[in-house]
Protein backbone atom coordinates (compact mmCIF):
# COMPACT_ATOMS: atom_id res chain seq x y z
CA UNK A 1 0.00 0.00 0.00
CA UNK A 2 1.11 3.52 -0.60
CA UNK A 3 2.69 5.30 2.55
CA UNK A 4 1.30 8.72 1.30
CA UNK A 5 -2.15 7.54 1.04
CA UNK A 6 -1.56 6.18 4.71
CA UNK A 7 -0.79 9.23 6.06
CA UNK A 8 -3.08 11.36 4.24
CA UNK A 9 -6.00 9.43 5.19
CA UNK A 10 -5.46 10.19 9.12
CA UNK A 11 -6.60 13.53 8.04
CA UNK A 12 -9.76 12.18 7.37
CA UNK A 13 -13.13 12.61 9.73
CA UNK A 14 -13.42 8.43 9.62
CA UNK A 15 -9.95 8.12 11.02
CA UNK A 16 -9.06 7.37 14.11
CA UNK A 17 -6.85 10.39 14.71
CA UNK A 18 -10.00 12.15 14.29
CA UNK A 19 -11.13 11.58 17.67
CA UNK A 20 -9.80 13.85 19.92
CA UNK A 21 -8.70 12.82 23.75
CA UNK A 22 -7.70 15.36 26.26
CA UNK A 23 -5.05 13.04 27.80
CA UNK A 24 -3.85 11.77 24.80
CA UNK A 25 -1.39 13.90 22.79
CA UNK A 26 0.02 11.36 19.47
CA UNK A 27 3.62 12.35 18.23
CA UNK A 28 1.32 13.04 14.74
CA UNK A 29 -0.90 15.72 16.43
CA UNK A 30 2.71 17.12 18.00
CA UNK A 31 3.42 17.76 14.04
CA UNK A 32 0.26 18.89 13.24
CA UNK A 33 -0.37 21.23 16.24
CA UNK A 34 -0.15 25.18 15.41
CA UNK A 35 -0.96 27.75 18.06
CA UNK A 36 -4.39 29.84 18.15
CA UNK A 37 -5.22 32.69 19.37
CA UNK A 38 -7.68 30.94 21.96
CA UNK A 39 -5.06 28.64 23.04
CA UNK A 40 -2.98 31.99 24.29
CA UNK A 41 -6.24 33.19 25.58
CA UNK A 42 -6.83 29.75 27.52
CA UNK A 43 -3.23 30.11 29.11
CA UNK A 44 -3.85 33.57 30.29
CA UNK A 45 -6.38 32.60 32.16
CA UNK A 46 -4.50 29.68 33.64
CA UNK A 47 -2.02 31.65 34.66
CA UNK A 48 -4.10 34.19 36.55
CA UNK A 49 -6.55 31.59 38.01
CA UNK A 50 -2.67 29.97 39.23
CA UNK A 51 -2.72 32.12 42.19
CA UNK A 52 -6.26 31.98 43.41
CA UNK A 53 -7.46 29.97 45.78
CA UNK A 54 -11.42 30.39 45.02
CA UNK A 55 -13.49 27.72 42.56
CA UNK A 56 -13.38 28.59 38.80
CA UNK A 57 -15.12 26.91 36.08
CA UNK A 58 -13.74 27.51 32.55
CA UNK A 59 -16.64 26.86 29.63
CA UNK A 60 -14.28 25.84 26.95
CA UNK A 61 -17.66 26.13 24.23
CA UNK A 62 -17.61 25.91 20.57
CA UNK A 63 -19.14 22.98 18.08
CA UNK A 64 -17.57 19.39 16.67
CA UNK A 65 -14.29 18.94 16.15
CA UNK A 66 -13.35 22.48 16.33
CA UNK A 67 -10.19 21.45 18.62
CA UNK A 68 -11.51 21.69 21.89
CA UNK A 69 -10.01 18.72 23.00
CA UNK A 70 -6.88 19.39 21.12
CA UNK A 71 -5.91 22.23 22.71
CA UNK A 72 -6.68 21.06 26.17
CA UNK A 73 -4.44 17.70 25.17
CA UNK A 74 -1.55 20.18 24.54
CA UNK A 75 -1.67 21.70 27.74
CA UNK A 76 -1.77 18.41 29.52
CA UNK A 77 0.86 17.13 27.36
CA UNK A 78 3.39 20.97 26.89
CA UNK A 79 2.66 23.04 29.75
CA UNK A 80 0.63 20.57 32.78
CA UNK A 81 1.75 23.09 35.62
CA UNK A 82 -0.79 25.31 33.98
CA UNK A 83 -3.56 22.78 34.55
CA UNK A 84 -3.07 21.69 38.01
CA UNK A 85 -5.52 21.57 40.83
CA UNK A 86 -8.06 21.76 37.56
CA UNK A 87 -10.46 18.39 36.57
CA UNK A 88 -10.94 18.63 33.10
CA UNK A 89 -14.33 16.77 31.51
CA UNK A 90 -13.59 17.32 28.18
CA UNK A 91 -17.23 16.08 26.58
CA UNK A 92 -19.66 16.99 29.33
CA UNK A 93 -22.29 15.18 27.23
CA UNK A 94 -20.43 11.91 28.09
CA UNK A 95 -22.16 10.01 30.57
CA UNK A 96 -20.56 8.15 33.89
CA UNK A 97 -23.37 5.99 34.02
CA UNK A 98 -25.38 4.51 31.44
CA UNK A 99 -28.54 5.49 33.32
CA UNK A 100 -27.95 9.59 32.83
CA UNK A 101 -28.42 11.22 30.21
CA UNK A 102 -26.04 14.28 28.97
CA UNK A 103 -28.22 16.75 31.78
CA UNK A 104 -28.33 14.98 34.94
CA UNK A 105 -24.31 14.05 33.84
CA UNK A 106 -23.79 18.06 33.66
CA UNK A 107 -25.45 18.35 36.97
CA UNK A 108 -23.14 15.72 38.72
CA UNK A 109 -20.15 17.70 36.53
CA UNK A 110 -21.37 21.32 37.96
CA UNK A 111 -22.75 21.28 41.63
CA UNK A 112 -20.50 22.51 43.13
CA UNK A 113 -20.70 25.55 41.21
CA UNK A 114 -25.22 25.36 41.77
CA UNK A 115 -26.51 28.68 43.56
CA UNK A 116 -26.68 26.75 46.49
CA UNK A 117 -22.65 25.51 46.96
CA UNK A 118 -20.58 28.01 44.61
CA UNK A 119 -19.75 30.13 47.88
CA UNK A 120 -17.96 27.42 49.55
CA UNK A 121 -16.82 25.74 46.61
CA UNK A 122 -12.73 26.12 45.60
CA UNK A 123 -13.29 23.27 43.14
CA UNK A 124 -11.55 24.14 39.51
CA UNK A 125 -13.15 22.96 36.66
CA UNK A 126 -12.61 23.35 32.52
CA UNK A 127 -15.26 22.04 30.79
CA UNK A 128 -15.40 21.81 27.28
CA UNK A 129 -18.79 21.50 26.04
CA UNK A 130 -20.91 22.15 22.88
CA UNK A 131 -22.83 25.50 22.77
CA UNK A 132 -26.19 23.57 22.22
CA UNK A 133 -25.65 21.39 25.42
CA UNK A 134 -24.69 24.37 27.31
CA UNK A 135 -27.72 26.47 25.94
CA UNK A 136 -30.33 23.08 27.01
CA UNK A 137 -28.49 23.12 30.54
CA UNK A 138 -29.01 26.77 31.63
CA UNK A 139 -32.95 27.09 30.63
CA UNK A 140 -33.32 23.89 32.37
CA UNK A 141 -35.26 23.31 35.38
CA UNK A 142 -33.31 21.53 37.56
CA UNK A 143 -34.65 19.08 40.33
CA UNK A 144 -32.31 19.21 43.19
CA UNK A 145 -29.69 22.21 42.26
CA UNK A 146 -30.12 25.69 40.54
CA UNK A 147 -27.65 27.36 38.60
CA UNK A 148 -29.05 30.97 38.45
CA UNK A 149 -25.52 32.36 38.48
CA UNK A 150 -24.32 30.82 35.85
CA UNK A 151 -27.11 31.28 33.60
CA UNK A 152 -26.83 34.97 34.43
CA UNK A 153 -23.16 34.59 34.12
CA UNK A 154 -23.51 32.57 30.33
CA UNK A 155 -26.39 35.51 29.11
CA UNK A 156 -24.19 38.38 30.40
CA UNK A 157 -21.61 37.26 27.91
CA UNK A 158 -23.66 37.65 25.12
CA UNK A 159 -22.76 34.03 24.23
CA UNK A 160 -25.99 33.24 22.12
CA UNK A 161 -26.86 36.40 20.48
CA UNK A 162 -24.88 37.96 17.83
CA UNK A 163 -22.31 39.84 19.78
CA UNK A 164 -18.43 38.90 19.44
CA UNK A 165 -17.66 37.04 22.36
CA UNK A 166 -14.30 35.67 22.13
CA UNK A 167 -13.56 35.76 25.91
CA UNK A 168 -15.59 36.87 29.13
CA UNK A 169 -14.95 36.65 33.04
CA UNK A 170 -16.15 37.31 36.09
CA UNK A 171 -15.04 36.41 39.75
CA UNK A 172 -15.98 32.54 39.41
CA UNK A 173 -16.53 31.46 35.68
CA UNK A 174 -14.62 32.13 32.32
CA UNK A 175 -15.95 31.52 29.05
CA UNK A 176 -14.07 30.98 25.61
CA UNK A 177 -15.74 30.98 22.73
CA UNK A 178 -14.45 29.16 19.54
CA UNK A 179 -16.92 30.18 17.14
CA UNK A 180 -15.88 33.57 17.68
CA UNK A 181 -12.29 33.45 17.15
CA UNK A 182 -11.82 33.91 13.32
CA UNK A 183 -9.63 31.71 11.50
CA UNK A 184 -8.34 34.65 9.37
CA UNK A 185 -7.07 38.28 10.13
CA UNK A 186 -7.32 41.59 8.16
CA UNK A 187 -3.79 43.23 7.53
CA UNK A 188 -2.18 45.74 5.07
CA UNK A 189 -2.19 43.12 2.44
CA UNK A 190 -5.61 41.73 2.14
CA UNK A 191 -6.83 39.12 4.67
CA UNK A 192 -4.66 36.21 5.82
CA UNK A 193 -4.96 32.99 7.66
CA UNK A 194 -2.05 32.41 9.80
CA UNK A 195 -3.81 28.80 10.79
CA UNK A 196 -4.84 27.24 7.37
CA UNK A 197 -1.55 28.68 5.96
CA UNK A 198 0.22 26.83 8.98
CA UNK A 199 -1.20 23.63 8.75
CA UNK A 200 -1.50 23.64 4.69
CA UNK A 201 2.75 24.28 5.18
CA UNK A 202 2.88 21.64 7.72
CA UNK A 203 1.26 19.09 5.57
CA UNK A 204 2.94 19.67 2.42
CA UNK A 205 6.43 21.37 3.17
CA UNK A 206 9.24 19.34 1.59
CA UNK A 207 10.82 19.26 4.83
CA UNK A 208 12.66 16.20 6.89
CA UNK A 209 10.48 16.57 9.95
CA UNK A 210 7.55 16.16 7.51
CA UNK A 211 5.65 12.09 8.15
CA UNK A 212 3.92 13.46 4.88
CA UNK A 213 6.58 14.27 2.74
CA UNK A 214 8.70 11.40 4.02
CA UNK A 215 6.17 8.98 2.70
CA UNK A 216 6.23 10.45 -0.66
CA UNK A 217 10.09 9.73 -0.99
CA UNK A 218 9.25 6.44 0.04
CA UNK A 219 6.89 5.63 -2.27
CA UNK A 220 8.65 7.08 -4.97
CA UNK A 221 11.81 4.73 -3.91
CA UNK A 222 8.94 1.77 -4.81
CA UNK A 223 8.03 3.40 -8.32
CA UNK A 224 3.90 4.22 -6.69
CA UNK A 225 2.95 7.63 -8.95
CA UNK A 226 -0.37 8.19 -8.73
CA UNK A 227 -3.13 11.11 -9.03
CA UNK A 228 -3.11 11.21 -5.27
CA UNK A 229 1.00 11.60 -5.27
CA UNK A 230 0.13 14.21 -8.73
CA UNK A 231 -2.13 16.50 -6.34
CA UNK A 232 0.12 16.15 -3.25
CA UNK A 233 3.23 17.85 -5.43
CA UNK A 234 1.06 20.62 -7.39
CA UNK A 235 -0.52 21.48 -3.64
CA UNK A 236 3.70 21.92 -2.56
CA UNK A 237 3.52 25.10 -4.29
CA UNK A 238 2.84 28.12 -2.07
CA UNK A 239 1.15 29.62 -4.46
CA UNK A 240 -1.64 26.70 -5.01
CA UNK A 241 -1.75 27.14 -1.23
CA UNK A 242 -2.01 30.60 -0.95
CA UNK A 243 -5.27 29.93 -3.28
CA UNK A 244 -6.93 27.44 -1.22
CA UNK A 245 -6.72 29.96 1.73
CA UNK A 246 -8.25 32.80 -0.05
CA UNK A 247 -10.93 30.86 -1.27
CA UNK A 248 -11.63 29.59 2.01
CA UNK A 249 -11.53 32.76 3.78
CA UNK A 250 -14.23 33.48 1.26
CA UNK A 251 -16.54 30.89 1.80
CA UNK A 252 -15.89 31.76 5.12
CA UNK A 253 -16.85 35.69 5.05
CA UNK A 254 -19.43 35.55 2.09
CA UNK A 255 -21.33 31.73 3.47
CA UNK A 256 -20.82 32.66 6.93
CA UNK A 257 -19.55 28.78 7.02
CA UNK A 258 -17.48 28.00 9.61
CA UNK A 259 -15.11 25.69 9.32
CA UNK A 260 -13.51 23.50 11.83
CA UNK A 261 -10.12 22.12 12.60
CA UNK A 262 -11.33 18.79 11.65
CA UNK A 263 -13.34 19.65 9.11
CA UNK A 264 -10.23 21.61 7.37
CA UNK A 265 -7.53 18.31 7.55
CA UNK A 266 -10.29 16.16 6.23
CA UNK A 267 -11.01 19.05 3.14
CA UNK A 268 -7.46 18.53 2.65
CA UNK A 269 -7.54 14.84 2.21
CA UNK A 270 -10.58 15.10 -0.39
CA UNK A 271 -8.49 17.43 -2.53
CA UNK A 272 -5.57 15.37 -2.74
CA UNK A 273 -7.07 11.82 -2.90
CA UNK A 274 -9.44 11.65 -6.33
CA UNK A 275 -12.15 9.15 -6.50
CA UNK A 276 -9.95 7.59 -9.41
CA UNK A 277 -6.47 6.38 -8.21
CA UNK A 278 -5.23 5.66 -11.74
CA UNK A 279 -1.73 6.23 -12.62
CA UNK A 280 -1.23 9.30 -14.56
CA UNK A 281 0.94 7.71 -17.09
CA UNK A 282 -2.24 5.52 -18.84
CA UNK A 283 -4.29 8.90 -18.32
CA UNK A 284 -5.22 10.99 -20.89
CA UNK A 285 -4.87 14.92 -20.24
CA UNK A 286 -8.66 15.99 -19.57
CA UNK A 287 -8.68 13.25 -16.94
CA UNK A 288 -5.47 13.86 -15.31
CA UNK A 289 -6.96 17.45 -15.06
CA UNK A 290 -10.37 15.86 -13.64
CA UNK A 291 -8.13 14.28 -10.83
Same mark, same amino acid.
Do not use: W
Given at each position: ???????????????????????? %? !??? +?????? #??? /??????? =? @??????????????????????????????????????????????????????????????????? %? !??? +?????? #??? /??????? =? @??????????????????????????????????????????????????????????????????????????????????????????????????????????????????????????????????????????????????????????????
Amino acid at each position: ESYLLRELRRLKDSSQEAIENANQ %F !STF +KKYLHV #DRR /IQKDLEQ =V @LERNKISDKGNLILLCGSVGDGKSHILAYLNENKPELLEGYTIFNDATESFSPSKNAMETLEDVLQN %F !SDQ +KINESN #DKV /ILAINMG =V @LHNFVHLEHKVFTYNKLGQFVEESGLFTQTITTMFSNDTFDLLSFGDYHAYELTEEGPKSSFYSSLLANIFNPVKENPFHLARLEDEKNGMHTMAHENFIFLQNPIVQKQIVDLLIQTNVKQKLVISARSFLNFVADIVIPDDLSLPSIMNEFDRLQA
